[in-house]
């Protein structure tokens, strides 16, 4: 699972930067209000990598020299890791300004590593006090926290207009809980492309959305149970499938599930704080049961019999089959059972059961940020 990083600058961000720039001495070093605490509960109950990148000017020159940085560096660092919070890498430039070094923020020559697969860095974030941090995010592809205390933003050597950092500014605050707080109830979003020889599928996910969607597979019927997962589970979906339907279906409903159940794996992430569990539903003649749970280990119970062989251009054994793919996606456990007369009213109550039990089990408590198992994982 690819991993989100919050790139988080040090001087003024950190620890307060003094007026000379340089931190020199113990006698400088002051701490950021809030940061302690509010740091610690991010990397305790978060997904993200913590990294630091620093631009220190002139670092191991006679302007600045190295014995009077990294004393008070080092210390920065214990006191930190002492709180729980650890920085996964240190990325520390030394050029000047005028040097214009692609290895100097807002250039991303110290961090091409996170240029690949482990790193999601759609969702990553860079938190700096200055508007070379916000345009540092542009150039990683990632969003800007801008902490503005109003004194040196940077802006000598910013190389894009007000209004595209404005647009790039996710957050703007000097107060560490404000971080935690938007850090811990950002939009859970995800998205999938999927391509073999027999289908291409590409997945556009909001857990916590309004229950818009934009679906189209090919198969109408289909197009319309989907729907009812958005709608009723109160996300976001967006489904574009290419599938080989001039040989059947079978291939557009099985990838199109297995792609859906990853993209829900993936966007759960670390799954702290949600409800994990979740419906029983009424249709007309029908009742649907759908027990669902996101606990890391795929197993379907199938209760459901379908006297027909199509319903509208489905085949009905391939609802058995998307439920199925679907827990194997999602590492989720699935239990499934319907009773009723009428077969269109059957399988649409399951998907809407399904919906409300997914809407449920995805739940977050922002207030308790905890892992619903005594494992310690799922």
Sequence with gaps: MKRPVLFIDRDGTLIKEPADEQIDSFEKLEFYPKVF???SKIAKELNFEIVMITNQDGLGTEVYPEDTFWPVHNFVIKTFEAEGVVFKEQFIDRTFAK????????NTGLLTKYFSEPYDLKNSFVIGDRLTDVELAKNLGAKGIFINDNTNLGTDEVTVNNTELEALIALETNDWEAIYKFLKTTERVGSIERNTNETKIKIDINLDGTGKSNIATGIAFFDHMLDQIARHGQL?????????LEV???HTIEDTAIALGEVFATTLGNKLGIERYGFSLPMDDCLAQVGIDFG????????AEFKREMIGKMPTEMFYHFFKSFTDGAKCNLNIKVEGTNEHHKIEAIFKAFAKAIKMAVKQDVEKMILPSTKGML
């Design 99 to 106: 040097d214009n070094a692609p290895t100097r923020k807002p």
């Design 236 to 244: 976001d979906l967006n489904i574009k499938v290419d599938g080989d």
């Design 296 to 303: 890391g280990r795929n197993w379907l119970v199938w209760e």
């Design 37 to 39: 605490q509010y740091l």
């Design 248 to 250: 059947d279906e079978h």
